[in-house]
């Protein structure tokens, strides 16, 4: 079975700086790895995903996450925050080997950008 | 396109009460997804269907949940008779296959709080 944990339940950081959500996941086979946003009132929006290939994977405005298979991790980043980046984000695993995995969510990390 | 629509978006029924949810996914998706999304919680996949069969009910109470997907379009989800800890974001999210490399795409949900 696989599953998903995201350190900290609330990141805040000020407009212009990194932005860094934690995630760790746990699954007996190869991974497929994605990280969903979720504005307030709104259904979920996929910013990225890994399947297989390239471990440094490129999202949507401006996000960015790196498969590590040896820290079993799939951090986002984005170098600069915007005040629209608020926004609840979720980290999900499926587990690899089969395409049609069910996805397991982490619990989430909401992200305040602050002037 | 036309995203997944949910009706209604907010719902404040009595326990021991049936209510149901309603989901109308992006034209041409084979796949519905329903979720069960509890306050500080991610999502959990409640039921899958590919067409109108099932294909992954494993995390639906099935004792007070049903879902359908006449004609595999629209679907419906209901629970009778609701508990308290049903209080949660239904999400009704619909693909274009079975495949979890493809998106998922969600709908605003349904949010059900039972007192």
């Known amino acids: 079975a696989q599953s998903v944990t995201q350190l900290g339940s609330h990141v805040s950081v000020s407009e212009g700086a990194l932005v860094l959500l934690r995630c760790n996941y746990s699954?007996?086979?190869?991974?497929?790895l994605f990280w969903y946003v979720q504005y307030p009132n709104q259904g979920l929006q996929l910013l990225l995903k890994?399947?297989?290939?390239?471990?440094l994977v490129k999202g949507i405005n401006g996000f960015e996450a790196e498969f590590k298979k040896s820290e079993t991790s799939f951090h986002l980043t984005k170098p600069s925050a915007h005040m629209s980046d608020a926004a609840e984000y979720f980290c999900?695993?499926?587990?690899?080997?089969?395409?049609?995995?069910?996805?397991?969510f982490g619990q989430g990390t909401i992200l305040t950008v602050h002037p | 396109e036309a995203g997944v629509a949910q009706s209604p978006r907010y719902k404040i029924i009595e326990k021991r009460q049936s209510v149901a949810f309603w989901c109308n996914p992006i034209?041409?998706?084979?796949?519905l997804y329903w979720y069960q999304q509890i306050l500080g919680q991610g999502p959990k996949l409640l039921i899958q269907?590919?067409?109108?069969?099932?294909?992954?009910d494993s995390q639906l109470p099935k004792d007070r949940f049903s879902a359908e997907r006449l004609k595999g379009v629209d679907s419906t989800l209901k629970i009778q008779p609701a508990k308290l800890e049903d209080s949660a974001v239904y999400l009704c999210?619909?693909?274009?296959?079975?495949?979890?490399?493809?998106?998922?795409?969600f709908g605003p949900g349904t949010r059900l709080t039972v007192t």
């Open positions: 999900a695993v499926s587990a690899g080997g089969t395409s049609y995995g069910k996805l397991t």
């Open positions: 890994y399947t297989t290939g390239a471990t």
């Open positions: 269907f590919q067409n109108n069969g099932v294909v992954d």
């Open positions: 034209s041409g998706h084979a796949t």
């Open positions: 699954s007996s086979v190869p991974p497929y």
């Open positions: 999210a619909s693909s274009s296959s079975r495949e979890i490399s493809y998106e998922q795409y």
